[in-house]
């Protein structure tokens, strides 16, 4: 079950490092700096229809030795979701959300349900190749964008890791008063580009999680028909937990207003 998990993981992250230089580099410079690096989570999108479904992609995820934590629902963006951990481990936790489609306007629904029929893999190769359809075409992504950012991004990435976290908790280099805001600030001073809807920094020690993300690289993809354009890909994000006091450790949930602002990390500009 652990060497099935690090499988899927290492698996996740190869397919995003390859759309998200800049996740590399950021670990690459704390590592430079002589942090050992944790991941906080990793999450996942998907749309609510067979075979690709959150309640399709539970039971493999529950298969590795995870336990869901919570729920979470985002009215405006049409999303719900589910946190997993894995107790007592390092594991990422992982978020898994899905697009209520039935609650998009019509032309979104085809697409959707264009793209899931033509899903043919099952079990953990659902997870780990990440594309299960042809390409849209460039219309239908722009289509797509107009209602959903996120119903556009997943038509052209599919099941892939959105963003990887690292762990501020597990850092040692940036004091442990206010390590993320100083992370942000030694970030942004080499250049990087911040998330900034909300705030830098989303949550706060009420919330028992505090976030911040970067804003997600663009990369170049193939639609139907050949023609080439650059498109936001993945980010990467920060989290910062507290010590829950209803449990004897740091909080291990999400905070949905926090979310919903970094769901935004990877809108078209
Ligand atoms: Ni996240």
Same mark, same amino acid.
């Given at each position: 079950?652990?060497?099935?998990?690090?499988?899927? &993981?290492?698996?996740?992250?190869?397919?995003?490092?390859?759309?998200?230089?800049?996740?590399?580099?950021?670990?690459?410079?704390?590592?430079?700096?002589?942090?050992?690096?944790? $991941?906080?989570?990793? !999450?996942?999108?998907?749309?609510?229809?067979?075979?690709?479904? &959150?309640?399709?992609?539970?039971?493999?995820?529950?298969?590795?030795?995870?336990?869901?934590?919570?729920?979470?629902?985002?009215?405006?963006?049409?999303?719900?979701?589910?946190?997993?951990?894995?107790?007592?481990?390092?594991?990422?936790?992982?978020?898994?959300?899905?697009?209520?489609?039935?609650?998009?306007?019509?032309?979104?629904?085809?697409?959707?349900?264009?793209?899931?029929?033509?899903?043919? #893999?099952?079990?953990?190769?659902?997870?780990?190749?990440?594309?299960?359809?042809?390409?849209?075409?460039?219309?239908?992504?722009?289509?797509?964008?107009?209602?959903?950012?996120?119903?556009?991004?997943?038509?052209?990435?599919?099941?892939?890791?959105?963003?990887?976290?690292?762990?501020?908790?597990?850092?040692?280099?940036?004091?442990?008063?206010?390590?993320? !805001?100083?992370?942000?600030?030694?970030?942004? #001073?080499?250049?990087?580009?911040? $998330?900034?809807?909300?705030?830098?920094?989303?949550?706060?020690?009420?919330?028992?999680?505090?976030?911040?993300?970067?804003? !997600?690289?663009?990369?170049?993809?193939?639609?139907?028909?050949?023609?080439?354009?650059?498109?936001?890909?993945?980010?990467?994000?920060? !989290?910062?937990?507290?010590?829950?006091? $209803?449990?004897?450790?740091?909080?291990?949930?999400?905070?949905?207003?926090?979310?919903?602002?970094?769901?935004?990390?990877?809108?078209?500009?």
């Amino acid at each position: 079950m652990e060497h099935e998990r690090e499988h899927l &993981l290492q698996t996740l992250w190869s397919h995003y490092a390859d759309i998200t230089p800049s996740a590399p580099r950021i670990h690459t410079w704390l590592q430079n700096r002589g942090e050992s690096l944790k $991941n906080d989570h990793i !999450a996942l999108r998907t749309f609510d229809l067979s075979p690709i479904a &959150l309640a399709d992609l539970e039971p493999l995820i529950l298969g590795l030795g995870y336990q869901m934590t919570g729920e979470y629902s985002f009215e405006v963006k049409k999303l719900r979701a589910r946190s997993y951990s894995v107790p007592g481990s390092d594991a990422p936790r992982i978020f898994l959300s899905e697009l209520r489609t039935a609650q998009m306007p019509e032309s979104v629904q085809a697409v959707a349900r264009d793209l899931a029929a033509q899903v043919d #893999a099952r079990g953990l190769d659902l997870l780990t190749s990440p594309m299960h359809w042809t390409p849209v075409t460039r219309e239908t992504y722009e289509g797509l964008r107009e209602v959903s950012e996120y119903a556009a991004w997943l038509s052209v990435f599919g099941l892939r890791a959105n963003h990887f976290t690292v762990a501020v908790n597990a850092l040692q280099s940036f004091g442990q008063t206010k390590p993320l !805001a100083v992370l942000c600030d030694a970030l942004q #001073a080499q250049g990087v580009v911040l $998330n900034t809807s909300g705030g830098v920094i989303k949550g706060s020690k009420a919330d028992l999680l505090e976030q911040a993300s970067t804003l !997600a690289d663009q990369t170049e993809v193939i639609f139907a028909g050949g023609e080439r354009g650059l498109v936001p890909s993945c980010y990467i994000e920060f !989290a910062w937990r507290h010590q829950d006091p $209803n449990t004897d450790g740091l909080f291990d949930g999400f905070v949905t207003a926090s979310a919903d602002r970094i769901f935004e990390s990877t809108d078209a500009r």
